[in-house]
């Protein structure tokens, strides 16, 4: 963020400034997770009776819908991400919401978009 905070303090054009603030929207919206995450990790290692609930997770669903939001991002920067799901996996069974965050952490942070085999 203080990148583009940096790169703001520069003469830009008007959409250049568009898009640095949606970065840095994005980016606080991801340290707001991260955060988030933390504490729930937190809690978690405090308190033995909050427990996280498992759901069915059928991949060949969950994940390109999960990985959606990432689509404009790879093929902005002309990278690949290929999503190759055998059509008889099996139902996993997870926290759902804990599964988004690993694989959104993932994501967010590749250099480069890897193929993605379930």
């Known amino acids: 963020m203080k990148v583009m905070i940096q790169m703001l303090q520069l003469p830009t054009t008007p959409e250049e400034t568009q898009r640095y603030l949606k970065l840095m ?3 606080c919206d991801r ?3 991260l955060i988030n995450d933390l504490l729930d990790l937190q809690r978690l290692q405090t308190s033995p009776s909050v427990s996280l609930t498992s759901d069915a997770v059928l991949l060949q669903e969950w ?3 999960t990985i959606e939001p990432f ?3 790879i093929q902005e920067r002309q990278q690949i991400l ?3 799901l055998p059509s008889d996996l099996p139902t996993l069974f997870s926290n759902s919401n804990s599964l988004e965050r690993i694989l959104i952490e993932l994501l967010n942070n590749r250099p480069l978009a890897k193929v993605l085999d379930a």
């Open 82 to 84: 290929k999503l190759n």
């Open 25 to 27: 929207e994005a980016e």
């Open 31 to 33: 340290e707001m997770e």
């Open 71 to 73: 689509l404009v991002r």
């Open 63 to 65: 994940l390109p819908w």
